[in-house]
């Protein structure tokens, strides 16, 4: 295989993940919306493109990594995204949390252009990103998993094929799902901590390690205590997950009140002007700062 891949998207997770297919040697051509963003991966070697017609038919492998379903929709359905361009043969990746449905819709129409598609959405925020230890969630095929799986290798560390065309997305809805209970939970342990004199930071010694240790409270109420709220990932973001999720969920008839309440809290916090900042600044609600 070629070593040239496409790569859409240079956020806070995606700068990284492109950071790393570069120093494992492959020719990234990039493609983002404000050149500004990309200045660093250009500065390390990465080929700008244009326009995402020019970048498609550029590349053998096109990954993407941006906000919104809609903007997944647009990438690559659209007259001149992705998909009319691409060289058949090219396999598509979309590592952006996205909606189920949209991952089958487009994997429907790659596979008429001859093109094989993969959903990949990923979690473990900035510092997986950075560390190259993301968890990746796939959906596609078993011969198309296998072909990419050296490429996933570079950027992740636990990944794995969850069934055909939507079933990362899915995955990933899941993740979401735990994810946003924990978080209120995380935050509520720290308040409950400091209230009774505790100091917040030996307690997380104690109890990140036994049964409610997680990902959350490791990493992110860390943040919370020392008021770092820059976004490992944006609470927009999560807002953006949590709604797809619901939806899915009510789709299913399945009862969600720990992912309803969640979204509740943090659209209030979204609705005070945070939506930019990263997910740990839920604790501000607790605190009574909104």
Do not use: C
């Not at 505790?198 to 240790?213: F, H, N, Q």
């Amino acid at each position: 295989m070629t070593k040239t891949i496409g790569f859409i998207g240079s956020g806070v997770m995606g700068k990284s993940m492109a950071s790393h297919l570069i120093d494992a040697g492959y020719h990234v051509h990039l493609f983002t919306r404000t050149k500004d963003k990309a200045l660093e991966l250009l500065n390390q070697g990465a080929i700008w493109e244009v326009t995402v017609a020019s970048l498609a038919a550029k590349s053998d492998i096109i990954i993407t990594m941006v906000g919104y379903p809609s903007d997944v929709e647009n990438l690559y359905l659209e007259e001149n995204g992705i998909i009319n361009n691409a060289k058949p043969g090219s396999y598509l990746i979309d590592m952006t949390t996205s909606d189920p449905q949209l991952a089958e819709e487009i994997a429907k129409v790659a596979e008429t252009k001859k093109l094989h598609s993969l959903d990949a959405p990923v979690s473990g925020g900035d510092i997986g990103a950075k560390s190259g230890k993301l968890a990746i969630m796939v959906g596609g095929t078993q011969q198309d998993f296998d072909t990419m799986l050296s490429i996933f290798e570079i950027m992740g560390e636990n990944i794995v094929l969850q069934g055909p065309a939507g079933a990362g997305q899915h995955t990933k809805m899941a993740n979401q799902i735990n994810i946003a209970s924990t978080m209120i939970g995380v935050s509520e342990s720290i308040m409950y901590a400091k209230k009774a004199g505790l100091d917040p930071e030996r307690v997380l010694k104690s109890i990140s390690t036994g049964a409610a240790g997680s990902f959350s409270l490791s990493k992110l109420a860390p943040r919370m205590i020392n008021g770092d709220y820059e976004p490992g990932f944006y609470i927009k973001h999560f807002i953006k997950d949590m709604k797809i999720a619901l939806t899915n969920a009510k789709n299913m008839g399945i009862q969600t009140p720990g992912l309803a309440l969640s979204l509740e809290l943090y659209e209030e916090l979204a609705d005070k002007g945070l939506e930019d900042e990263g997910t740990q600044a839920l604790i501000k609600w607790f605190e009574g700062e909104l």
